[in-house]
Every structure is written in C-alpha cells, then in structure tokens.
C-alpha cells in the first residue's frame, strides 16, 4: 500500500507508513461486505492525488510513530531509520559518582599544582630580593655589594663609614669615610654626591636628603633645577637675609651651638624615580635634617652667616611650599601631608634660655613638655605620625605617650620596643619611625629591664619579666627571656604567668614563627622546644652569654658552631626539631650572618698576616665561594 504523505509502498498488514509512520487505515475505503476484521486489517485504499503525496517525512521526523507490525518485511532504508530512532530513545548512561569524584580530584591536582609551584616561586624570589650585603676588602681598598649571593659588577672606593635601610631592606644609603653617598637597590649602584656631610633616607627608601658641606655654583643647578626650586632657593636666601639682620650676638640661644654656623651646606633632596636632585636651602645644619616616611615633606634648620641664630623650614614636594615654623626652632619630624610635624622651640625667658616640645596639628601648637638639654631628647613615632613617645630627660628618663585625641600619658622610666622578628625601626633623623601602625599592645623594656605592655587603651602596666634577653611570638602573645640569673622564662604578655623553661642558660633564640625554642646551657648542649617537648639535639655547641652564637633563618633553619676553639668551630645545621648536620668540611669558621630564607655567610680560614677571611655564602650543605680576602 502506498503512503498518501511520503509515497512509499507498504506492507498490506501494516497500519502505519514504515517510513514517515502515518496512520493508512483513514484512506482507506472499505467493502461493504469485508467483516470488522477485515477492515481493521486494512484491505485496498484509495489512491491519494498529487498534492497529497508530499515527502512529509523529508521535512519533519514523526513524534508517536508506532512499531510495524511485521518487522522482517522492513526495506533497508527503513531498517536503518528505525534503527537509529531506537538508539536515541535509549535511557541516558548513569556514570558512577565515585568514578566521577575521582576524575574531578585528578583534574584539580592536575591544574593547581602547576600554580602553586609558580606561586611558590614567585615567593621565593620576592624574599630573596630583600637583603643587601656590603663587605670591604683591606687588601684592594675597596667595598663590594652582594645580594642574594651574587657580586655586584660596580664597586664602592674605600671604606663605608655609616649605612642607612629602608623598612623592608630593599634600598639602602651608604656613606663612605671620604664623604662619598652611593644609594643602592636590588638592581642597581649609583653614585650620589660627594663632599656629604650628613644623609637620612626615607622609611620607603625612595628618597634621600643630604648635606653637603660646599654650597654649589648657580650654574651647576640651574639645568637640573625647576623654577620652583630656585624660588625657594631665593626665598631661603632671602630668610638668611633676614635672620643676619635681625640677629645680634644676645640672641644666640643657649645649647643651640650645633644648629649654628653653617655658611657653606647645602641641602639636596635625591629622587630614586629619575635620579634628580633639585637643591632645598642653603646654610643647613647637618644635624637637623629629617624626612617624613615616603619622603613627600622633610624638615631642617638654616642658620645665618654670622651663627647668631637659626630658623626652622619644612618643605613639602607635593604642594611645592616651602614654610617657616619660626626662629630658633628645631624641627624634629613630619608627616608626608605635612599636616602633622613636631619641633623644639628655643624661648628666652628671664635671661634663661628654655627648650620647650610642641606638637602642631591643624594649626594648633600643643606643648608637652620643657626642659634644657636637648642632647637627651628621644622620640618615637609610629607609622603616620599621630602617635608619639617621648623623653626629654635622656634614655634612662621618663617617656609619655602623646597621642592627637588625648593628653599625654606618663608610661616609665626607659623605652625599648621588642618586635617580632623581621619587624624594624627607621631613622628619619632625629626621631625613630616604628613599625608600628599605633603603640596600642605594645611590648617594650623601660630602663631596668622590667617589661612593660601597653594595653588597648594605652594604658602602660608591668608584665612581671625583668632580664637581659628578649625574643617575643609573631603574634606578639608570648616573651621568652634571660633574667640576670641565667635562668630562661617564658611570659604569656596579657595574664602575666611567668614560667622557668631552662636554668644554667648562656644564650637562645626563637625561630621565626615562633614555633621552637632554641638554647644553649653550660654544658654546651644545644635544646630544642616545640609543642612542650624538650630535646637535646647537639652538644659541644658555641655559644657566649646573652644570646650570641646562635642564628635563625627565616626558612626555619638554626645555624650554630660546634668545637669550637680559638675563635673558630666547624658549620652545624639543623631544621626545626630535627636531626644535626655537621659539615666536617668547614672547620674553620669564625662567625655566621643570616641571610634570606635558608642562606647564610660566613667567614673562615682567617689569615693572620693580611688581617682577611674568607666569604661563603649558602645554604645546608651547599656553599659558594664569594671573596678569599675580605676584611
């Protein structure tokens, strides 16, 4: 029977087109006479016209197609038609859920480690970028740097006098004893200036002012200079002017002799971005320079020709102003806006000359304290400057607590900050920028060695350890120290619970997360503590009362002498808790310098005619070989 839609024959038993799957009964014409039976078989039907006989199956598949009803009559066409809709009416494959979490956990392993190898990398290098070295050499007159173990090509003549850091290590200012100022960095060695008298480096150590003693020719800064600067070279002229003719031999302030005098300084401010450095003011004292944290302002004296008196300036870069802050005032330091700064005032009262503290805060000048040597002034600052910590007695006087909400507050007699480790201050010339975003929590040992905690109101109490040694947890919840007996505690800082760790202590150290307790008693034996365990890990051990003969790396490593005999011992290690490495190859080793994560230096076989050592640097059991001669 043909299809009235498709037009393919069909069986006469079938009732559906095998192709397109229509019904064919409907046009069909039954005879009168053929049973219910018969035409429920479907016997001729009537042949469909033209417009009926459509390839309706070549636009549109059938939704409720029905199964012939003899399967082995199908053409091959059809077979494979139905065939294919069988499949896709199959159910869906059920994977197993084990099967699946498996391959998810592959896939992740497969994708992350790869990262965090990257990621851990990437870590390391930025550690190891940290820590410049210097190292002269008596033998060739000369000063090399290293960082991370590699020799710079550039050289520094002579021997380094003083240095100066950056709070993170990263850039450094070192002056050597001819008065030669060199700034250096990860990456480079540049020559500054020379004939310097005097230098501070900023705590970011992008910037750097310094003094030289011989005040240049116009010409040679009138190409480098902008004419900002060389306004407020002319306005600073113009106050010398003024100071000389207002000044007479009576006014000069009493104690004031080292800010006076100085007619041939000049003050330069070094920009590490594009190595400018444009001239401040001339006439500067070399002692009354500082800059603010990111050496956007900076602070300093200039005294007239006739060292009569003097008079106090800030400068700020970023609104290119120059202000006075009076006559015979010393600036001590200021912030980066220039919003807040602090300064010593120089008053005549009763023919007796006084120095008093001010604090200045949005144009109010607050007094805190008065005294008459401003030799024993001592300050401290944390990160933005709204917090200060004062003596105006000395080191060993009384400190107070300034803050710009409240009064100041008396703490004690002598302030020491202990930080954890890789936490450090900076000069920032006559005050010490902390790293310490306020003094809220924390830990600090006045002048008898008592410690003492500021609490979160800034409230100052004894924490009940007194000694000589001071190693305190990152967290800064735990102090370990020395008493005067050689006895080592431990001090949980907030209940105050002193407890003995070891007796006949000569020194110890704590590792750099605070995990293991590391010391020496005198015996020789060196102990290690974590989680409460104690374990004697190596004896015969180097170590001199106070704390030395023991170094900690930041990649948990302690490094120590052993055997040690006419200066020198032969290189241990051992990690954490572990097993001692002795390195039977360096015997000779006279003292150890820790570097970044692992690495260490150390100098041995000591030459007693040249007076010079030999440097290695490295780490466990593999070490290089930078100078045979350095002093």
């Known amino acids: 029977m043909r299809c009235p839609h498709c037009g393919c024959e069909n069986s006469s038993a079938s009732n559906v087109c095998e192709i397109c ?20 078989s479907g016997a001729t039907g009537r042949r469909p016209s033209n417009r009926q006989r459509q390839p309706y199956a070549a636009t549109r598949r059938p939704v409720n197609a029905q199964r012939p009803a003899n399967p082995a009559q199908r053409r091959p066409a059809a077979n494979g038609a139905r065939q294919g809709q069988a499949l896709r009416r199959q159910p869906k494959t059920r994977w197993n859920p084990k099967f699946l979490a498996a391959c998810a956990l592959i896939l992740c392993f497969i994708i992350l480690v790869p990262i965090l190898i990257a990621v851990h990398a990437h870590r390391g ?7 410049i070295q210097m190292f002269y050499s008596g033998t060739t007159q000369k000063t090399s740097i290293v960082l991370s173990g590699n020799i710079f090509d550039k050289t520094i003549s002579g021997k380094i006098d003083r240095t100066s850091s950056s709070d993170d290590g990263m850039e450094q200012a070192a002056l050597t004893e001819s008065g030669e100022l060199y700034y250096i960095t990860q990456e480079k060695l540049v020559p500054v200036a020379k004939s310097v008298k005097h230098f501070v480096l900023s705590a970011d150590g992008t910037r750097l002012a310094y003094v030289v003693e011989t005040a240049p020719e116009p010409s040679d800064t009138s190409e480098s200079s902008t004419e900002e600067e060389e306004t407020e070279d002319v306005r600073s002229s113009l106050a010398d002017e003024e100071l000389s003719t207002e000044s007479t031999t009576e006014y000069v302030p009493a104690g004031a002799q080292d800010y006076l005098g100085y007619p041939n300084t000049s003050l330069f401010l070094y920009n590490s971005a594009d190595a400018s450095a444009p001239i401040i003011a ?51 330091a200021v912030s980066d806006d220039a919003s807040r700064f602090y300064y010593v005032k120089y008053d005549k009262i009763e023919d007796v000359w006084v120095q008093k503290l001010f604090a200045k805060f949005a ?7 008065e005294f008459a040597d401003g030799k024993r002034l001592s300050v401290y600052l944390n990160r933005d400057y709204t917090q200060l910590v004062f003596s105006i007695t000395g080191k060993s006087g009384n400190y ?34 902390t790293p310490l975003t306020t003094f809220a929590k924390t830990v600090f040992t006045d002048a008898s060695g008592h410690v003492q905690r500021i609490d979160g109101k800034l409230v100052c109490t004894d924490t009940g350890a007194v000694g ?121 080793v006279h003292d150890i310098a820790a570097d970044v994560g692992e690495y260490i230096y150390f100098r041995s076989h000591y030459n007693s005619i040249t007076g010079t050592y030999q440097l290695y640097y490295g780490k466990t059991k593999k070490y290089t070989q930078l100078f045979d001669r350095m002093g």
């Not at 290098?125 to 940290?130: A, F, L, N």
Request: net charge neutral.
């Open 468 to 588: 000589k040694y001071f190693r305190i947890t990152p967290d800064g919840k735990v102090l370990y120290y020395l008493d005067n007996n050689e006895h080592l505690y431990s001090c949980t800082v907030r209940k105050n619970d002193r407890k003995e760790v070891a007796a006949r202590v000569l020194s110890f150290e704590l590792s750099c997360d605070g995990e293991v307790l590391y010391y020496v008693n005198s015996d020789n034996e060196l102990h290690c503590i974590k989680g409460g365990k104690n374990i004697r890990a190596a004896e015969n051990v180097y170590s001199s009362k106070g704390g030395g003969g023991l170094t900690v790396t930041d990649g948990g490593y302690l490094y120590y002498l052993k055997d040690y005999t006419l200066g020198s011992g032969t290189l241990c290690y051992i990690k954490g808790v572990g097993s001692e490495h002795v390195l039977s190859d360096y015997n000779d």
């Open 400 to 433: 107070f607590l300034y803050t710009t909400d409240k009064d100041k507050e008396k703490l004690s007699v002598g302030f020491s900050p202990i930080y954890p480790y890789g936490q450090r201050e900076v000069s920032s010339g006559k005050a010490v920028i």
């Open 363 to 369: 144009d109010t000048d607050v007094k805190l304290g």
């Open 125 to 131: 290098d930025s550690i190891e970028s940290k820590r």
């Open 21 to 40: 799957g229509r019904p064919l009964q409907q046009y069909r014409r039954p005879s009168p006479s053929a049973s219910a039976s018969q035409r429920q």
């Open 282 to 332: 001339n006439h500067v004292s070399c002692d009354s320079v500082s800059l603010s944290p990111c050496g956007e302002s900076l602070a300093y004296t200039v005294s007239d020709e006739n060292g009569e008196s003097f008079e106090g300036y800030y400068f700020n870069l970023t609104k290119k102003e120059s202000k006075s802050i009076g006559r015979n005032a010393l600036p001590i």
